[in-house]
């Protein structure tokens, strides 16, 4: 820095002053434009280097072809573009942290300290000029007053050597003579101090505040010219950073280059010959002679090669080979999932035909031997659908436990515990069969069993599945398994049918959830007693058996 100022040297050159300033403006911005539009090429750069990688990316990666040195080398020159082309984007990402962002503020605190500083300088000139014209109108009317004082001098003078003035006009003359003379030394004091005044002003103006604020100045310009110099430097120090790590990637396609061999990739192209002997020499034929066999040595398509598609790896589905880590665990989830879905649906059916048989096998005449012979049939295919999906599990199971280096998980068999429960079943069922039939009268008719109370009391109590399915839907259609089978048409015995009463056909059961409601069988005809537009219908099947029933469940019988 100089030992001079701008205060002592350039004090009288403000308009110069403020060009120079302005202009470092310019330059601040336009260092920062290109900050910005280079920042921009890097990205660009390394997008471009990217773009250009994925264009020319060997294609058959797969195939012979990528054991030979110059395809090796090839394949490392494409690999460093990906490290360069990141290496570019940490330069540009230096850039915009580092020297993007300090250049912006720098042109900020710049031009508002630059325009802070050339508000004051003009107050300061204004300050100045008001100096000059209130030491001008003082000087002014002094001026104006010494001529007055001169004039009433010059007045007094005629009046008093004028023989026929009298004594009140000269001494009227002479008043007015001292009154300018007054007003002239006042005038004269005021101009006076303005002088002192302006001058002490003026010296502290040009001694003091204007070099003052001409050297504040000149510290912001050096400041803006030292964080320029600092900005230019973290430029080269960003971009320094990064050569060396591109200059490794160089040196990488370098040795790789280096490598590329001709002789070994003939040698690697002539391991796979064939050694076939050399087609044998040609012999004449006779005219009207056996053509013989086309000799099939020495062919120049023989090659062992395999192609592309003969060596395409086949890609067990089944395991999701095909697929990273993270998709193949949440592949083999959703696979789990979808297994105890079904064997949950599995085991939902079994456990209804499970309680269908039960009940067969306490009440025989319930249900026909084909009946019990289809509902066993179900019950195996059931459990050997059961079995197959266990084991299904079981695999996939494992294969997520591998993935996770879990220990596999331990074996679990749902259906196999099914045939005992179904032999047990199937002999109560026809022990109780065997029952019955001996139950006959003398004259071979059969006799039918009374229905039990423990029976009756399980038609009549509705069971907790039953409850909860008809509480869920509304249009219940599907009669529940634990019901007996639908009862024949049951009229109203003689006598005891209400006059004027309409009629209505049950469509499906249903079993009462409360003391008011009446257990109805699909297929019997009811009377309807009183309909108040609610749902309910209030029907009556005999004169002691009256209750509410679903208006959905039943038809009018038109």
């Not at 009317?141 to 005629?158: I, N, S």
Request: aromatic content about 6%; charged content about 30%.
């Amino acid at each position: 820095m100089t030992s001079l100022n701008w205060g002592e040297t350039l004090w009288d050159q403000w308009d110069r002053i403020q060009e120079h300033t302005e202009h470092g403006l310019e330059f601040t911005k336009k260092c920062q434009d290109f900050v910005r539009d280079r920042i921009k090429l890097e990205q660009d750069y390394a997008k471009n280097l990217r773009r250009l990688k994925k264009t020319y990316k060997l294609k058959n990666a797969e195939d012979d072809s990528g054991n030979f040195s110059t395809v090796k080398a090839y394949s490392v020159f494409l690999d460093q573009l990906e490290s360069i082309a990141r290496n570019h984007e940490i330069l540009a990402e230096g850039l915009q942290d580092k020297v993007a962002e300090r250049l912006k503020a720098v042109h900020k605190e710049t031009t508002n300290n630059r325009k802070n500083l050339c508000n004051t300088a003009s107050q300061l000139q204004q300050e100045y000029k008001e100096w000059q014209v209130s030491l001008d109108r003082h000087q002014q009317k002094y001026e104006k007053a010494a001529k007055e004082a001169e004039t009433a001098t010059q007045a007094f003078a005629r009046v008093n050597e004028d023989m026929n003035a009298t004594k009140a006009q000269v001494e009227k003359s002479r008043a007015q003579m001292n009154h300018r003379h007054d007003l002239m030394e006042k005038s004269k004091g005021d101009y006076i101090i303005a002088v002192e005044t302006t001058n002490t002003n003026q010296h502290e103006y040009y001694h003091q505040r204007w070099p003052g604020l001409i050297n504040q100045m000149q510290r912001c310009e050096e400041h803006r010219i030292d964080e320029i110099r600092e900005v230019l430097q973290e430029q080269c120090s960003i971009h320094q950073s990064i050569i060396p790590h591109i200059q490794e990637c160089i040196e990488t396609i370098s040795e790789n280059c280096n490598n590329i061999n001709p002789a070994e990739d003939s040698e690697l192209l002539m391991e796979e010959r064939s050694n076939q002997p050399y087609p044998p020499d040609h012999q004449f034929i006779e005219y009207g002679t056996a053509k013989p066999e086309p000799a099939t040595f020495g062919a120049h398509n023989n090659s062992t090669r395999k192609t592309k598609r003969d060596k395409k790896k086949k890609v067990n589905k089944e395991t999701f080979d095909n697929l990273p880590p993270e998709k193949r665990k949440k592949a083999f989830k959703e696979k789990i999932k979808e297994i105890e879905g079904k064997i949950a649906i599995q085991l939902k059916a079994r456990t209804g035909i499970e309680e269908i048989l039960e009940l067969y096998s306490q009440k025989p005449e319930l249900g026909s031997p084909g009946a019990i012979e289809e509902s066993r049939q179900q019950l195996d295919e059931i459990t050997r659908e059961l079995d197959k999906l266990q084991e299904e599990l079981y695999k996939y199971q494992c294969y997520l436990a591998a993935l996770t280096d879990k220990p596999p998980p331990e074996k679990h068999h749902i259906g196999s515990h099914l045939q005992a429960d179904t032999v047990s079943i199937t002999s109560s069922m026809s022990h109780a069969s065997h029952v019955s039939n001996s139950h006959t009268t003398q004259s071979g008719e059969t006799e039918e069993p009374p229905l039990s109370p423990e029976f009756n009391t399980a038609l009549m109590t509705p069971t907790a599945e039953s409850t909860t399915e008809l509480a869920r839907d509304d249009h219940y259609e599907v009669p529940d398994p634990t019901l007996p089978p639908p009862l024949e048409d049951s009229p109203i015995p003689p006598g005891l049918e209400p006059n004027g009463l309409e009629q209505c056909n049950v469509l499906y059961d249903y079993v009462a959830q409360h003391d008011d409601e009446l257990n109805i069988y699909a297929g019997e005809v009811l009377y309807v007693v009183e309909d108040n537009g609610t749902g309910w219908v209030k029907a009556q099947r005999s004169e002691f058996e009256v209750g509410l029933v679903p208006g959905n469940y039943i038809e009018l019988i038109t």
